[in-house]
């Protein structure tokens, strides 16, 4: 099945796409957005398209993988394809796929508000298990939920375990797709 036709079944049709950055220089794959209202109301999703045509190291293999990410505020949404273009960038120049539990950053504010300073790598749980991997040719393609948290929880994954964190996120179920949450509590003694 094709990746886009996977992303629509899943998030509906697109409504915006980008294939050059802000200073117009094209960008090795592109970043769509769809919505609204998916995965569920008030959320839109941006998805790279095109990631997936390098194959990237992980430990112990390689992975084909296209990120995800979730995004309640609208304001902020106009952040997220930038975003999405580096750690993408990011990934193709060190020809390294982002592993469940990886943590990129603390690297300063994301975004223009609160706390969220880095990136955690995750299963994409807002969605079917069936939206998780996606066949494309002879390739299974890995979506990854990019999910923006803070520099506590960051430090929690680093020293806890990404275990632990993801505990975390089901014990306290912050909303993951809202740019202006808290940490979660258990990552607060890292601050």
């Known amino acids: 099945m094709q990746l886009i036709r996977h992303l629509e079944r899943h998030l509906g049709p697109p409504e915006h796409e980008w294939d050059t950055d802000d200073t117009g220089t094209p960008m090795p794959f ?16 941006h998805a790279t398209i095109g990631l997936s045509a390098h194959r990237l190291d992980l430990p112990g293999g390689w992975v084909w993988q296209e990120l995800v990410m ?28 982002l ?19 880095a990136f955690y ?4 749980v807002y969605l079917p298990d069936e939206f998780r991997t996606v066949t494309v040719g002879e390739r299974p393609v890995q979506l990854t939920w990019l999910i923006p948290i803070t520099s506590s929880e960051a430090e ?8 632990q964190l993801e505990k975390a996120f ?22």
């Open 99 to 117: 592993a469940r539990g990886q943590v990129i950053g603390p690297r300063g504010q994301i975004f223009p508000v609160d706390e969220l300073t």
């Open 121 to 124: 790598a995750a299963l994409p």
């Open 30 to 45: 592109r970043i769509v957005r769809f919505g609204p209202d998916r995965p569920f109301g008030g959320v839109r999703t």
């Open 156 to 163: 929690f994954a680093q020293r806890v375990g990404w275990a």
């Open 70 to 97: 979730h995004t309640r505020d609208g304001e902020l949404q106009e952040f997220v394809p930038a975003l999405l273009d580096q750690v993408g960038a990011e990934l193709l120049g060190a020809g390294a796929g």
């Open 170 to 191: 089901e014990n306290e179920d912050p909303d993951l797709t809202d740019f202006h949450r808290r940490g979660v509590s258990a990552a607060r003694q890292f601050e």
